[in-house]
């Protein structure tokens, strides 16, 4: 016999059609999602196993992912594999309600949580970064990043417009992987969106896939096309290339009609942001050569541009801050208001969490995109008082590009997403779908994360950061059915700095996945319901007596 091939990179592809290469769709499931998050179409950069998210990976190196597949095809009903930061490490006898895979992924002890820690640990092999769907196998492409804008300015619509960006224009900058789904997220909702970014190939990228109309030859021009569309309520997205810490105290001082103002340029990254007075082809060698003075005048370019930020608020526009922390970086400039608006969570998302609602996502294992159409039409009839997911599910498949195992993503709450999972179960039984689903979601969700920068700043408690929430979680799914769980640190926002949990479950067609379903996608957003209720918001509280999700104890 051959000697077996040496495990290294090499392109994956997750296995179309109904032929099992598994012994069972409940391992089959999580086979294809792992070779899917690997998937060229997905990865950012598969030889090196990194899926998204800076290096946040499926499996630690290609022996673990071999491993991991060996064992997942001849894994049985009753057994259950445990994958320590994306290596396989051991097969235990379980039974048939548990999931099929654990994983726990860059979790390190409180005093230990740091980056150069984790980074000595990886480096010895020890640990790899999980991010958030990377290590969880439930990672569908940049049709993520463009949900969750697009619900974040729904919020927006509701909170100030009536429900619509319709007539309202928004300016913001940074055009870049996710910074680049804002103006598609902005016309969506009905709204105008003007976009400053500094780097011409970054804007022309989004141009050719969509995601912004039309890129202005200069300011005056951009705002003309953009009053121009305000005023006739067109919904139109317009970029502009040039410095955000200029061009936004530029609009300021011009008294531009501006309703919304956020930024998404790498704020976080002191270096990834260019200050004012340097070329963008002097950019990257200055940042290197001069590292500290380079930050100087970054964060002082911040000042400005967040200064401006709070002017346009005081003139009556809506702020919000997008999660990039250029609130933070101005204030380190000295810049004492930086704080004055809101970040994104506290001002939009949280009433939403506070409803279970967050998300949901699913994937044809088929690798069929009739499979998802009909899917999308089911969750269209399903829901048809909800606008914002009516819109959305209209516009998506028009809009968004299938990468990999096609999939789809929206926003569903506590007592819709159990809905949506059982129609999907008797969807496979009858055969209208033509193989199973899974059906997972984000770990930025109402339920399941602990992120005082992001999904849990502000808490009306103080209980930002609290984890004891996304282990109860993962233990949760476990007890409810899930099919994989994971337990992650570090994710979004970096090591030290979050908590959070994933699971996915299957629909297979059979009544047992229809049990399971119906507890792990009713529990599951049940913990936002009950998370939100101990930290004192009425509205969870409403959802939770809607929803009949018991509540042993008043908040203290
Ligand atoms: P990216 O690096 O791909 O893009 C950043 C863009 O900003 C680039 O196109 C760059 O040219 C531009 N830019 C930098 N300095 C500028 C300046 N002074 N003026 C104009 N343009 C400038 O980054 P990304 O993946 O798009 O992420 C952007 C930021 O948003 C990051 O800080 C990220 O952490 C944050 N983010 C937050 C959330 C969230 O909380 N919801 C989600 C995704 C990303």
């Not at 006898?93 to 994983?103: G, K, N, S």
């Not at 958030?132 to 463009?146: D, F």
């Not at 619509?164 to 009905?190: D, I, R, S």
């Not at 997008?322 to 704080?339: M, P």
Request: proline share 6%; hydrophobic share 40%.
């Amino acid at each position: 016999t051959a000697a077996p091939a040496p495990s290294g990179p090499r392109p994956v592809r997750a296995a179309r059609g109904t032929t099992l290469t598994a012994r069972s769709w409940a391992t089959e499931a999580p086979l294809r999602m792992l070779q899917n998050n690997l998937d060229p179409e997905n990865a950012e950069n598969p030889d090196a196993l990194v899926v998204y998210g800076g290096t946040g990976k499926a499996a630690r190196d290609w022996p673990s992912f071999d491993a991991i597949c060996r064992e997942l095809t001849d894994l049985r009903q009753d057994e259950t594999l445990l994958v320590q930061s994306g290596r396989p490490v051991g097969v235990l006898r379980t039974h048939e309600w548990a999931p099929r895979v654990l994983i726990a992924n860059s979790n390190l002890v409180g005093d230990w949580a740091t980056w150069p820690e984790f980074r000595r640990l990886e480096a010895m092999g020890l640990t790899m970064y999980g991010q958030m769907t990377a290590g969880s196998w439930i990672y569908i492409g940049s049709q993520g990043i463009v949900q969750g804008t697009y619900e974040t300015f729904a919020a927006v619509a509701d909170k100030r417009f009536g429900g619509t960006l319709a007539g309202t224009l928004t300016l913001t900058a940074g055009l870049g992987g996710m910074g680049g789904a804002q103006p598609l997220a902005v016309t969506m909702n009905g709204g105008v969106a003007l976009c400053i970014d500094c780097d011409p190939v970054r804007a022309q990228r989004r141009v050719q896939t969509r995601y912004l109309d039309v890129l202005a030859d200069s300011l005056d021009e951009a705002v003309d096309l953009a009053l121009t569309a305000k005023r006739d309520r067109r919904a139109v997205s317009i970029g502009v290339i040039g410095n955000a810490a200029e061009m936004v105290p530029l609009l300021l001082a011009r008294g531009v009609e501006i309703d919304i103002v956020t930024d998404q340029t790498s704020a976080h990254d002191p270096l990834a942001y260019l200050p004012v007075g340097i070329d963008l082809a002097d950019w990257h060698d200055y940042a290197q050569a001069k590292p500290d003075e380079f930050t100087d005048r970054s964060r002082d370019s911040m000042a400005a541009h967040v200064e401006a930020m709070v002017g346009f608020q005081d003139a009556g526009a809506e702020v919000f801050d997008y999660g990039n922390s250029i609130r933070g970086e101005a204030l380190l400039a000295g810049y004492e208001r930086s704080f004055d608006f809101p970040g994104f969570v506290p001002a939009y998302i949280r009433p939403l969490f506070c409803e279970g609602k967050g998300p949901f996502r699913w994937a044809a294992l088929s690798g069929d995109p009739k499979d998802i159409h009909a899917t999308d039409r089911a969750v269209i009839d399903m829901f048809p008082d909800n606008d914002k997911l009516q819109r959305w599910m209209r516009m998506a498949p028009e809009r968004i590009a299938f990468q990999g195992l096609p999939a789809r993503i929206c926003w569903l709450g506590m007592g819709e997403r159990d809905q949506a999972g059982l129609r999907f179960n008797e969807m496979v039984a009858s055969g209208e779908l033509s193989a199973p689903v899974v059906i997972g979601r984000d770990h930025l969700d109402s339920g399941s994360v602990a992120s005082p920068y992001r999904e849990t700043e502000s808490m009306a408690d103080g209980s930002d950061a609290i984890a004891d929430w996304p282990l109860l979680n993962a233990l949760v799914n476990t007890a409810s059915g899930a099919s994989w769980v994971s337990i992650h640190h570090g994710g979004g926002v970096g090591i030290g700095r979050s908590i959070h949990a994933g699971q996915v479950c299957l629909a297979d067609g059979t009544p047992l996945a229809a049990e399971k379903l119906a507890r792990v996608l009713t529990n599951d957003p049940a913990m936002g319901v009950l998370r939100h209720v101990d930290a004192g918001y009425p509205e969870a509280q409403a959802a939770a007596e809607r929803t009949g999700v018991v509540i042993p104890m008043d908040p203290a």
